[in-house]
């Protein structure tokens, strides 16, 4: 049985992740967020009471500011939910900042700085001998 519940959790949780996308990037006009604002996965508790929303935000203005500004449109981000997807409870929205994509480009970056160093020390090793 807690099989079927983890599945069912997992659905809601990519429902609530698509639905939430669609709201915050189109119905939502807020001048204070700014940037592309990506809802990279949402957790929802098993009572449905809660739903933890996982935000990615890149090229923004005032990353903070944009950060407040959702944490404020929270009742009307949870209204519109509530219209698009039909469950008893619709839960309470607390945004966080996933800074996963912010932390992978720092990777790439910092990669991309050290191997064409080790490829031109090969390049002279190979020329030394």
Known sequence: MAGKNNNRI?????EYRKELSQIIS??????NITGLISVTKV????????????ISIL???????????LK????????ELAKKVNL??????????D????????????????IPKEKQETKKDNEEK
């Open 99 to 114: 800074d996963s994509i912010e932390y992978g480009a720092k990777i790439d970056k910092i990669l991309n700085e050290i």
């Open 43 to 54: 957790k929802v508790t098993t009572d449905l009471k809660y739903a933890k929303v996982y």
């Open 88 to 97: 008893r409870n619709t839960p309470e929205l607390i945004f966080e900042i």
């Open 10 to 14: 997992g659905r809601i949780n990519e």
């Open 72 to 79: 404020k449109s929270a009742g009307f981000i949870r209204t």
């Open 26 to 31: 189109y119905e939502l006009k807020n001048p």
């Open 59 to 69: 090229n923004s203005k005032n990353q903070e500011e944009t950060m407040q500004s």
